[in-house]
């Protein structure tokens, strides 16, 4: 999502972060209030008391902390519990947290930051007697200056250790700090909307893409519909740099962090060609579902291999010389007449070959076939490389 709520925490000796999070009450954005600071193991609810009330309380654990994600919220309970003004807590990335927890609570406002800003904050209370600071009313920003989209850091990775076969995930869509509906629980007695995070969110997205998808088009098949959605994915954010992806160690993006890449539904009404797979294909896979395993290509005994079905992603695990994989594509474009040609970008190590390299369409030929080979350069164990779309 290309929109963020920031808010500047102001440390008693002047010094500002930018950080985010919902903060609305007046109250605690016109005054400073005292920090009560927490440092490693004492970063537990166990030991959360009256004495934070009226305070901002700080938490700095342990880094790599593995169970950070699960005490949050019980921390975060506990402060609200005794009156707490604040609670300033270091995460790996912010949106690991962002919409679930980033909300006012009884008038007490959570705020994740990053490792620098924590440590910072940590060597002023560190160095002053009196440590306080004050957090400001909560702005939204949205654009451009705002990269957009990123892929969490909660976001699910492969490969798929059962079926290194086919490239997972399929696709990437919005959902970090989505506004939807709340649940009717007693927790959000009186709240109808609430921001929320995970695939919770981004499912629905993928599933009202689908379900426009199927009106426009509503003799394709679901594989038709999902290879839609993939060949017309983007890879750049809306910078039109490569999408980021967040963890422990920010990076560039890549098929196992986004799969194809970003939902791009408009792009999607009208992919040109689309991968359709019938279920005498999907049939052939699954028979052999039970040999399959991280080194085994699960070969049939009817001689389907796994990297035959016709998905609009071909992954080769465990290149050592040379393979091979046939896609069918159909021409679903406004123009009968078409002519497709194959780009090649291939990864470091591997030679590639498209046969044919050109694919002549035609009003009484809709369908056509070509094959990819993969060929290794080189025999190196345990690396995994990528190559962009066939365009």
């Known amino acids: 999502m290309d929109r963020s709520f920031p808010v500047v925490i102001t440390l008693g000796n002047k010094e500002k972060f930018v950080a985010q999070s919902f903060v609305f009450s007046e109250e605690i954005a016109s005054q400073f209030s005292e920090i009560q600071s927490y440092t490693a193991n004492d970063c537990n609810a166990d030991q959360i008391n009256s004495t934070v009330k009226g305070k901002i309380v700080f938490c700095f654990p342990p880094l790599f902390r593995p169970s950070e994600q699960i005490n949050t ?86 490969p798929s250790s059962i079926y290194p076969g086919v490239l997972k995930p399929d696709i990437a869509a919005p959902g970090v700090s989505i506004l939807a509906a709340a649940p009717a629980t007693a927790s959000f007695q009186g709240i109808p909307y609430h921001f929320s995070s995970g695939t ?4 629905p997205h993928v599933t009202g893409i689908v379900a426009v998808l199927k009106s426009i088009h509503p003799q394709w098949s679901p594989a038709a519909l999902k290879s839609a959605i993939m060949t017309t994915a983007r890879t750049l954010d809306n910078n039109w740099m490569p999408i980021q992806a967040n963890g422990y160690v920010p990076k560039i993006a890549d098929p196992f962090d986004y799969g194809a890449g970003f939902v791009d539904p408009t792009k999607a009404a009208d992919p040109g060609l689309i991968y359709d797979i019938s279920a005498s294909d999907y049939l052939k896979f699954f028979n052999c579902m039970g040999g399959l395993g991280p080194r085994d290509n699960c070969t049939t005994a009817k001689g389907g291999s796994l990297a035959d079905l016709n998905l609009p992603s071909i992954a080769i695990p465990n290149l050592r010389t040379f393979r091979s994989a046939v896609r069918t594509v159909t021409n679903v474009g406004q123009l009968d007449d078409a002519v497709y040609t194959a780009f090649l970008e291939p990864p470091a190590g591997v030679e590639m070959a498209v046969e044919p390299p050109v694919l002549v369409f035609s009003k009484d030929r809709r369908v056509r076939s070509f094959k990819v080979t993969f060929k290794t350069t080189r025999k190196v164990q345990g690396d995994y490389t990528d190559f962009r779309n066939l365009e």
């Open 73 to 158: 919220s019980t921390f975060l309970a506990a402060v609200v519990a005794n009156g707490g003004r604040g609670l300033i807590w270091p995460l790996y990335n912010t949106d690991l947290l962002l919409g679930d927890n980033l909300a006012e609570l009884n008038n007490t406002s959570f705020v994740p930051v990053d490792y620098e800003i924590a440590y910072r904050i940590y060597q002023y209370i560190s160095n002053d007697d009196n440590p306080k600071a004050k957090i400001s009313l909560t702005r939204t920003t949205v654009g451009s200056e705002v990269s957009a989209p990123r892929v969490a850091a909660f976001s699910s990775r492969g």
């Open 200 to 203: 919770s969110m981004s499912c």
